[in-house]
C-alpha cells in the first residue's frame, strides 16, 4: 500500500502535508478541522471518533487554499 491511498490521522496528515512543502501549525490545523468550521481537508473515514484522511483529497485541500503572493511596494 503507497502513501496516497493510506490513511492518515490528522497529526499524522499534518506531518505529511508538511512534506510536500505545506507547512501547517497544529493548533492551526486542529482549528480549522473542528466540525464545527468544517474549513479543514475531507474526512475519509471515521475510525470511533476520530477522523481519517486521504492524502490525495487533502493535497487538493492544501493547494485550493494557498493564494499568489501580494506585490509589495518598492
Request: proline share 9%; aromatic share 10%.
Amino acid at each position: 500500500m503507497n502513501d496516497r491511498s493510506r490513511l492518515f490521522t490528522r497529526d499524522d496528515l499534518r506531518n505529511r502535508l508538511a512534506e510536500y512543502g505545506y507547512p501547517i501549525t497544529k493548533s492551526y490545523f486542529d482549528k480549522i478541522c473542528l466540525p464545527s468550521r468544517n474549513a479543514g481537508p475531507p474526512v475519509a473515514k471515521m475510525w470511533g471518533k476520530r477522523p481519517l484522511y486521504e492524502l490525495e483529497p487533502a493535497l487538493a485541500w492544501a493547494e485550493s487554499n494557498c493564494t499568489k503572493p501580494v506585490a509589495r511596494a518598492a
